[in-house]
């Protein structure tokens, strides 16, 4: 309404000293200007409201009148918006647009009745409020981040969108006529070829597509995993997943201490069942030198990538640090370990230390540091 007004050149009556103005009826353009502005609110007031300011002859009496009733600045007022907010959920298949929508307004009653929220307070509550769907997208969002802005969420929460659109399209943009040309039958495209799936699941997803690790058995406490990458990786690649429960190898040479399990089962995505043997730790040498111990990784032969739990860092007491395609795995504020970005995965590069050696009591060993700080700095005076 306040934008209607200013947009029609018709605000100057209701501001403070159009409102102490006294209507002057020798004035004429000031009495036809508050008319218009008037007749303008009076036209986008329902009935009901209509009936209770129907007595106001101003327009800034009218707009008085209106912020009396449905402006209350009341603590009980601000109790209730502040309710409504924090008890703001989507529900599952409500567009996106219309729930930022419903934030929205909320946070400008909220703003009208001299409650400010934080930006990033606000950020926090659109990703509590957001569906289960959501998860993986939260989980993914947050990976490595300490401030948070709406801004960034809002964008995120789009592109997301974006894409699921632009899947959707594809797929119901197949025309009848169309045939598949993997298995040349009609039905759908080779991207989405049953037969084509099922071919490459029997490979044991070898050309590195995505992997979902999914506990199915009672024994297991392995949680789902997802690693979306379209490019395979070579055997000292780790890659940082925030969806696995634990750290998971599929090479046995690798483990410097090892014991065998019945550690239950996990699922791909394309069905493919894959076991946990065994369990023990691994020694890494990292491409700066460092040496880092993984405690408590399983061993799953089948699969095709080494996987490092971000979730077992952070029930150890770790905490990260990501920005500028570079992760700081900190203890504290020191940092323990860093990883760089490549595409949309944080990986971690190095070479396997085999043998008897003994494990760390923490989850990264850093037994190095000092001795590679004193080949560094120890001779800077000679």
Excluded at 131 to 158: I, Q, W
Excluded at 177 to 203: A, F, L, N, Q
């Amino acid at each position: 309404m306040r934008s209607l007004l200013k947009q029609q050149g018709l605000w100057a009556p209701l501001t403070a000293k159009g409102k102490v103005k006294k209507t002057d009826e020798n004035d004429d353009e000031w009495v036809t200007l508050d008319e218009k502005a008037h007749s303008t609110i009076m036209l986008c007031l329902s009935d009901d409201v209509i009936i209770e300011v129907v007595d106001q002859e101003t327009a800034a009496a009218l707009w008085t009148k209106l912020e009396s009733l449905y402006r209350k600045k009341s603590l009980t007022n601000k109790l209730l918006l502040k309710q409504r907010l924090f008890r703001l959920s989507m529900q599952e298949g409500t567009p996106l647009r219309d729930h930022l929508e419903n934030l929205n307004k909320i946070l400008l009653d909220l703003r009208n009745v001299e409650v400010k929220v934080e930006d990033k307070d606000a950020a926090i509550i659109l990703l509590v409020s957001l569906p289960e769907s959501y998860e993986n997208f939260v989980e993914s969002f947050m990976t490595g981040k300490e401030t948070l802005s709406m801004e960034d969420v809002r964008s995120a929460l789009h592109i997301r969108e974006d894409r699921q659109q632009a899947t959707s399209s594809a797929t119901e943009s197949f025309q009848p006529g169309d045939i598949c040309r993997y298995c040349k039958e009609p039905g759908h495209y080779k991207y989405d070829c049953p037969k084509k799936k099922k071919k490459e699941g029997k490979k044991g997803d070898a050309n590195g597509s995505a992997i979902v690790a999914e506990a199915d058995d009672s024994n297991s406490e392995v949680s789902p995993a997802l690693v979306a990458d379209d490019q395979p990786h070579n055997n000292d690649v780790w890659i940082f997943d925030s969806g696995v429960s634990y750290h998971l190898c599929p090479h046995m040479e690798y483990f410097t201490t090892y014991e065998q399990i019945d550690g239950g089962n996990i699922t791909m995505a394309n069905n493919f069942v894959c076991k946990v043997v065994g369990i023990g730790s691994i020694r890494i040498r990292t491409y700066n030198g460092v040496f880092c111990t993984l405690n408590d990784v399983r061993h799953v032969p089948q699969m095709t990538k080494n996987l490092i739990s971000l979730s077992t860092f952070d029930s150890k007491g770790f905490n990260f640090k990501g920005e500028g395609g570079v992760m700081h795995i900190m203890k504290g504020s020191k940092v323990v370990l860093t990883v760089l970005k490549q595409g949309t995965l944080y990986i971690l590069k190095g070479s396997i230390v085999t043998g008897s050696a003994d494990t760390a009591s923490s989850e990264i060993s850093v037994e190095s540091m000092t001795k590679l700080w004193h080949m560094r700095l120890g001779h800077m005076g000679e």
